[in-house]
């Protein structure tokens, strides 16, 4: 990929965009080059979809009951073991 | 039954140290799911995730006495966590592992390389067991100050600050290394996923 002056300038703000922390004037600066540089908007599409990915893998990941119930138990806690 | 609402009101760290074990069993119900996510994400092994789980609340419990409350319980117990985390990464790896400023690079990100477009993927696709794989696969070849920071960041959903506190770095470094983990993670899911649109 080529990368023009203003690629690499929303590179080092690429993360901050994302999380919606930039201030207005450089979100619709950013915006405007999104528009006309269909690279740097697959990777803004991308770095969002991976950061998604990886949220939605964790949300179904469950502790197992027996590590739940190793846990309680060592820590000498066999009263409060949820059921 | 309590809820979770109720649960947090019960923990408070007067509670914990006079070894209330309603306080402890709360402490433990609010966190240690979050806990052992951030081990096996960490670790990628369900043994060792267990392990730390186990020895983050030992250690929790044991010294309680010494919290001064000048950060949150939950980020005194992600600290904790993480400090097992590591001990087990230098146990295994036998080498120095450190989140340190001073172990990490703080060079900017990576350019990009692979401009594929897979967002278009369905989720169920995205997800499936293979897809899963490789997303634990990725995680496992960032180095651990950047996967520190992308777990406690992106997965567990803590605010730069609190990530920062955790790993004792500076808000800035939590930024860079933010970025570099998710450009490294980026490029590693665009040539897997890549490959199966192409």
Redo the contacts between chains.
């Keep these: 990929?080529e990368?023009s002056s203003s690629c690499?300038h929303l590179?080092?703000s690429?993360?901050?965009y994302v999380d919606g922390e930039l201030s207005k004037e450089l979100c619709a600066e950013i915006e405007r080059h999104l528009a006309d540089c269909t690279?740097c908007q697959?990777?803004v599409?991308?770095?969002r979809?991976?950061?998604e990915?990886?949220?939605?893998?964790?949300s179904?990941?469950?502790?197992?009951e027996h590590?739940?119930q190793?846990?309680?138990m060592?820590?000498n806690?066999d009263?409060?073991i949820?059921h | 039954m309590v809820d979770r609402l109720a649960r947090r009101e019960l923990v408070t760290p007067a509670r914990l140290k006079a070894k209330d074990p309603e306080a402890m069993a709360g402490l433990v119900e609010l966190y240690s799911a979050n806990i052992y996510r951030l081990a096996l994400k960490m670790l990628n092994n369900e043994q060792d995730a267990e392990d730390v789980l186990q020895e983050t609340f030992i250690k929790a419990f044991r010294s309680v006495d010494k919290f001064e409350e000048r950060s949150s319980l939950s980020t005194w117990l992600y600290r904790i966590a993480m400090n097992e985390v590591l001990m087990l990464l230098r146990k295994h790896k036998q080498e120095v592992i450190s989140v340190d400023e001073e172990q990490a690079s703080e060079e900017g990100a990576p350019e990009p390389v692979e401009i594929v477009d897979w967002c278009c993927l369905p989720e169920k696709e995205l997800l499936d067991s293979e897809g899963r794989d490789h997303l634990n696969k990725a995680i496992e070849r960032l180095s651990p100050a950047l996967r520190a920071v992308f777990v406690l960041r992106d997965i567990q959903d803590l605010s730069v600050r609190d990530t920062a506190e955790t790993l004792n770095i500076s808000e800035a470094a939590v930024k860079t290394r933010l970025l570099r983990a998710r450009m490294q993670l980026r490029e590693d899911l665009s040539r897997y996923y890549g490959k199966r649109i192409a």
Excluded: C, Q
């Design positions: 990929m990368h690499k590179l080092g690429l993360s901050d690279n697959v990777v599409d991308t770095l979809r991976t950061i990915l990886y949220k939605a893998a964790v179904h990941e469950t502790v197992p590590v739940v190793r846990l309680y060592r820590l806690l009263d409060y949820p």
